[in-house]
């Protein structure tokens, strides 16, 4: 620092003295009536001389965190209370998403016994436990730092690798990937199971979503602090089971009770897509419904879906809306931005007009709340919970974002091309930023990107409703957010029973789905932050699977639990089980728990495509991929019906000692590959359902997935179901009958 640079300092300093001196002044003349607001002269950020931090905007760097001199942190990643990250001598590098914890101490060596000049590197999705020592080591993507552990100079911990809490790692050591080190010294312990390794990913974005709260917390003005705390305690209402679980009882909020002349002789039920009315739709829905509905549509996307012209604001308005294929009388309300502090004056505003003296019965839906879910089913439906003849559990309601974009951001994203790699939040909003730069439109596209319900199960159900006219539900959870109402109305549409989907608090899963110019698909989920059924929880009950047939599942190891939950209790229920393999990512990762689940003897029918197929069957050291013909071999050993799809070239399927192949049906230009596996699986287990034979099953499946290309999204136009039945009847094939 130069002459110059030193009195521009020192200016600098006296004025932020002086500023502490006119805030002590000030304080001092309110009196008893100020306050005071703590000016600390620590900096989170602190340059040593020319070198000064590098720190992504969406990092969360902790008030009393210290990151000093060369040190880069990348997107979404967290620096906690007490840390401090010293690039002074050497530099520092953290990755995206990456959480350093609470008292964690991150240093560089210019020199040491080996003469070494040492750096700090620290990887992606990296978790680093609280009071840990990392010096001038190097720590690759989606490892694990335990509480309190010391890494020394020239330390190297591999990708999914673990050292154990309190170890202390000598010079130089090399920690393989897959393995658990402990002690002191530090040794070899044992191997990291699929499920740890699975475990240290899901670490990282548990803290990236935590690190997001806090960081909205710290930001917090004195005012919004003291408004949070008059409206918690304003409408402080717990549920009853969660209250007899503590023995306390607590009274409702007068401005939560409703007068006596209010509720009529009929019931209502409640739709809020507004994440403000949350206690008050917990609430009215208690109170619900038989011939009416209630829809409150204020302050949300659903407004222009269910509003056919422009209503003024604060109105009403009377009309009929279909739900579980009853028609009902509804009230429409908008009351715009009034309905953000003031909600019960719109709820009470829609119950008035219905106004009698009688007073019946509440509706008790504790049974279907437990845990805080609520069933989102009107009770005084009688169809809304008969038994749908095929169902999908889906243990996240997920929402798709489907765009056509060029090779340039597909080269961006780590992983593989065609395949499903799970994202934090933070990643799947960046990508969706990115889409708008790299969208490639079509003249045919009234879109350049869908927004709908999505997921393999939600696809396959919608499907053989919509295309086949076979019954089918849904069971899952939903959160309570636009996505989740996005997701009820577009299933619902398409006359998917959705009695047995939960509504949770909380976000509902999404995924970005990019589709390249050959209409090949890369998919990003996030599920780890969403709402999902929990197996320990009475998510899952007989009630549930009681007189269907057929139970649809996706593998995927977060919902592990879940799926070997239902498969116990649709087994016992007599139901066959249907699976997919998901994706040959998940395929790779987690082959394990696969095979235990195939070699159980309770999946009936498993669809995979070639890469997921071969990647079954390949070596662990990683040899050359098995054929399809074996893979298809070795499912059908475990399983009643086998199906591998093939592409272009169609499918190979085995039941008992019969084997087919059918090669892909019309000639049709693949927009966009999402969905076809999935509505394959619509028309194949439309065939079963029918009697027909493996063939027949396959060439349906056959049609049924091509008619899902020729479009972008997992959802089959119009138009392309009329081209599937056109191809169904060309092979003289039994066309399904569909009721409007």
């Not at 350093?100 to 240093?107: R, W």
């Not at 390794?197 to 670490?203: D, E, G, T, Y």
Request: proline share 3%.
């Amino acid at each position: 620092m130069g002459t110059l640079g030193r009195a521009i300092y020192t200016v600098g300093f006296w004025i932020r003295e002086t500023g502490q001196a006119i805030d002590r002044l000030g304080s001092s003349l309110q009196g008893g009536y100020y306050f005071k607001e703590q000016l600390s002269r620590h900096r989170t950020l602190m340059n040593v001389f020319d070198k000064a931090p590098v720190v992504d905007k969406d990092v969360f760097v902790a008030p009393s965190a210290s990151i000093i001199g060369d040190v880069q942190v990348g997107r979404g990643s967290s620096i906690w209370y007490g840390c401090v990250l010293r690039g002074d001598v050497n530099n520092i590098v953290v990755g995206s998403g990456t959480n350093i914890q609470d008292n964690s101490l991150v240093h560089v060596a210019k020199s040491n016994l080996s003469g070494k000049v040492l750096p700090t590197i620290i990887g992606d999705n990296v978790t680093v436990g609280h009071s840990a020592v990392i010096h001038g080591c190097t720590v690759e993507d989606e490892a694990f730092v335990g509480m309190g552990a010391t890494l020394l100079d020239g330390v190297v911990i591999e990708k999914h690798a673990m050292v154990a809490a309190g170890s202390l790692v000598r010079q130089n050591t090399k920690i393989p990937s897959g393995e658990v080190w402990a002690g002191n010294p530090a040794k070899f312990l044992r191997k990291l199971t699929d499920e740890e390794i699975a475990f240290i990913s899901q670490s990282a974005t548990n803290y990236t979503n935590l690190a997001q709260v806090h960081a909205a917390e710290n930001v917090k003005s004195f005012d919004e602090i003291e408004f949070e705390k008059a409206l918690r305690k304003k409408f402080a209402h717990k549920d009853e089971e969660y209250d007899s679980m503590l023995g306390v009882v607590r009274e409702i909020p007068p401005e939560l009770i409703l007068p006596d002349n209010i509720w009529g002789s009929k019931k209502y039920f409640l739709l809020s897509t507004n994440t403000w009315k949350r206690q008050e739709t917990s609430y009215a829905s208690r109170s619900v419904v038989d011939g009416m509905v209630i829809v409150d549509v204020s302050m949300c996307w659903a407004a222009e879906a269910l509003i056919p012209a422009y209503w003024p604001m604060h109105s009403i308005r009377h009309g009929k809306i279909k739900l579980y294929d009853k028609i009902h009388d509804v009230v429409f309300c908008m009351n715009g931005a009034r309905a953000r502090f003031e909600p019960l004056y719109l709820h009470k505003l829609c119950v008035y007009k219905y106004t009698t003296q009688h007073k019946p019965k509440r509706a008790d839906t504790r049974g279907a709340r437990k845990m805080g879910a609520e069933a989102f089913t009107a009770t005084g439906n009688s169809t809304a919970r008969e038994a749908p003849l095929v169902l999908g559990l889906q243990a996240s309601a997920l929402v798709d974002h489907v765009a056509r974009v060029d090779w340039s951001l597909l080269d961006q994203l780590p992983g593989e091309r065609g395949g499903s790699i799970p994202v934090a939040i933070e990643e799947l909003e960046h990508i969706l930023s990115e889409v708008k730069t790299h969208v490639i439109s079509y003249p045919d596209d009234s879109l350049p990107m869908k927004t709908i319900a999505g997921g393999s199960v939600a696809n396959t159900i919608r499907g053989l409703s919509a295309g086949f006219g076979v019954s089918c539900g849904i069971i899952g959870a939903c959160g309570d957010d636009e996505q989740g109402q996005l997701f009820i109305s577009n299933m619902s549409s398409h006359a998917v029973n959705l009695s047995r989907l939960r509504m949770k608090k909380g976000p509902t899963a999404q995924c970005v789905c990019l589709v390249d110019a050959l209409g090949n698909r890369t998919m990003r989920p996030c599920l780890f932050s969403a709402v999902k059924l929990e197996s320990q929880a009475d998510d899952l009950t007989r009630a549930d699977f009681k007189g269907s047939k057929w139970l649809l599942l996706r593998y995927g190891i977060i919902n592990l639990e879940v799926i070997q939950a239902a498969i116990s209790i649709a087994k016992q229920e007599g139901l066959f089980v249907s699976l997919d393999l998901a994706s040959f990512e998940m395929v790779r990762n987690f082959r394990s728990p696969l095979l235990q689940l195939l070699e159980s003897g309770d999946i009936d029918l498993c669809f995979a495509n070639e890469d997921e197929a071969t990647e079954l069957l390949r070596g662990s050291e990683g040899e050359q991929k098995a054929d399809p013909e074996v893979a298809l071999e070795f499912l059908a050993k475990h399983c009643r019906w086998a199906v591998v799809t093939l592409g272009s070239n169609g499918c190979i399927a085995k039941h008992g000692k019969e084997i087919v192949r059918v090669p892909a049906i019309g000639k049709s230009n693949a927009v966009d590959a999402t969905g076809a596996g999935d509505l394959f699986a619509s028309g194949f287990l439309y065939g079963l359902v029918k009697g027909l034979s493996l063939e027949e099953c396959c060439k349906v499946g056959s049609c049924s997935g091509g008619s899902v290309i020729r479009s972008l999204g997992g959802e089959v136009t119009p138009e392309n179901w009329q081209w599937m039945y056109k191809q169904m009847q060309t092979k003289g094939l039994t066309l399904p009958h569909i009721t409007k």
